[in-house]
Every structure is written in structure tokens, then in C-alpha cells.
């Protein structure tokens, strides 16, 4: 098991910025690829951003590119999303997950609890 534990959701105008955090802990943390995802009312759940062990390799959904970004500290068993220029569109529960798979599998083993995120226009 590899518990996540977010904060930094809530609620933010449009046009302005949150940053999300995801603390494992767990020893073997820097050994997971990490991703965020979120879900919407009455839609899937969606891929938003995914980042390699090393943090060298990002990935991101094109609905987010240019606006999120994914970094991980590894000293801190840590993944964060910094999400500027949030509208409507991004207003979704955000959930954080791990992954044991190489980077680039679209499997993922663990995850957060998801946090409300709410982009009022």
C-alpha cells in the first residue's frame, strides 16, 4: 500500500491559481510514477498530468498544457500540480495516484482521497 494523502484544493476565480499537493508515506516513493486526475460532475474521471520517478519526464492532457504543472520532490515524498489560468472547465474533484508501472503505462495502483477543486466565473 502506498498511502496519498492531497491538500490545497478549494475554491478560486476564474483566471487565478492553486497548487496541489500529495504526500506518500512511503520509503519507496521515489521509485513511483505520479499522476493527477480528475473527474468532473457527470463525466469519467480523466488524466491531467503524469510525472517519471526522476521528475526528467512530464506528461499532461491537452485541456491543461501551458496552464498545470506536475513537479515532485522526492526528499519529500511529495507531487504537486501548480494550476494557473483555472476557469470552469477545471472545476472537478482532483485525485492524486501512484503508479508502480514504467512511466508511460496508463496503470495506476494507488490513490488519494480526491479534493474538490471549484473555479467560480
Known amino acids: 500500500q502506498v498511502p496519498l494523502v492531497e491538500s490545497g484544493g478549494g475554491l478560486v476565480q476564474a483566471g487565478g491559481s492553486l497548487r496541489r499537493s500529495c504526500a506518500a508515506s512511503?520509503?519507496?516513493?521515489?521509485?513511483?510514477?505520479m499522476g493527477w486526475f480528475r473527474q468532473a460532475p457527470g463525466k469519467e474521471r480523466e488524466f491531467v498530468a503524469g510525472?517519471?520517478?526522476?521528475?526528467?519526464?512530464?506528461d499532461y492532457a491537452d485541456p491543461v498544457k501551458g496552464r498545470f504543472t506536475i513537479s515532485r520532490d522526492n526528499a519529500k515524498n511529495t507531487v504537486y500540480l501548480q494550476m494557473n489560468s483555472l476557469n470552469a472547465e477545471d472545476t472537478a474533484v482532483y485525485y492524486c495516484a501512484a503508479s508502480s508501472y514504467p512511466y508511460g503505462s496508463s496503470w495506476y495502483d494507488y490513490w488519494g482521497q480526491g479534493t474538490q477543486v471549484t473555479v467560480s466565473s
Open positions: 512511503q520509503h519507496s516513493f521515489s521509485m513511483f510514477t
Open positions: 510525472i517519471s520517478w526522476s521528475g526528467e519526464s512530464t
